[in-house]
């Protein structure tokens, strides 16, 4: 790779559910990384020498103690919501056995960033800066949120029907894009929208 060449990030979704992730921190920044890895299904083990009030939820592991590397011992992914310098050594030891980490607020560190995410009648969107500007990801994506329909399940069931028909009859995938545009747009004129 050329060593001038700027590199950007690939955005993914990951699935978590039933998956092990480590969260190491108990303060309020790790509480609110919390809901969100329960909220995707992920079998959460928070490690930190205190742990807050709102840390405590039904099926979350809380150890009670320092991190130690062997914590990432069969994890997926792992969330370092702890002081910078153990936040540097959760990346270390993740580094070490080839595991995403986020590292919150220390972009350095961190393998795998967490961006701004709106989710919207079945449509999840996430904007990210790169662990650069988290502030302004937080705002794009309030910006994003205002601006999607209200109505995108519909547009999302609308797309299913048709995903699985285009399928059948062999429709390119290239060629779907346009076909889903005039369907939506179909939809809005039975409304009296369009």
């Known amino acids: 790779m050329n060593p001038e060449r700027e590199v950007t990030l690939y955005p993914a979704f990951l699935k978590l559910v039933g998956r092990p992730v480590l969260l190491v921190g108990g303060g309020r920044v790790a509480a609110g990384k919390l809901r969100g890895l329960l909220d995707a299904g992920a079998q959460v083990t928070v490690v930190a020498p205190r742990i807050g009030k709102d840390m405590h939820w039904e099926g979350v592991r809380i150890v009670l103690r320092p991190f130690e590397p062997a914590d990432l011992d069969g994890c997926w992914?792992?969330?370092?919501a702890g002081t910078p310098e153990v936040n540097r050594e959760v990346a270390e030891a993740a580094h070490a056995r080839r595991l995403f980490v986020n590292a919150v607020d220390d972009p350095g560190a961190a393998s795998a960033y967490l961006g701004g995410v709106v989710r919207k009648g079945g449509v999840t969107v996430a904007v990210s800066t790169e662990g650069r500007a988290p502030a302004l990801a937080g705002l794009l994506r309030e910006a994003l949120e205002k601006l999607l329909p209200e109505d995108l399940a519909e547009w999302i069931a609308s797309a299913e029907r048709l995903r699985v028909r285009w399928r059948e009859d062999g429709?390119?995938?290239?060629?779907?894009?346009p076909l889903l545009?005039?369907?939506?747009?179909?939809?809005?004129?039975?409304?009296?929208q369009a």
């Open 77 to 80: 992914f792992v969330v370092a």
């Open 171 to 177: 429709v390119p995938v290239e060629a779907r894009r």
């Open 181 to 192: 545009l005039r369907a939506l747009h179909e939809l809005y004129s039975a409304r009296g």
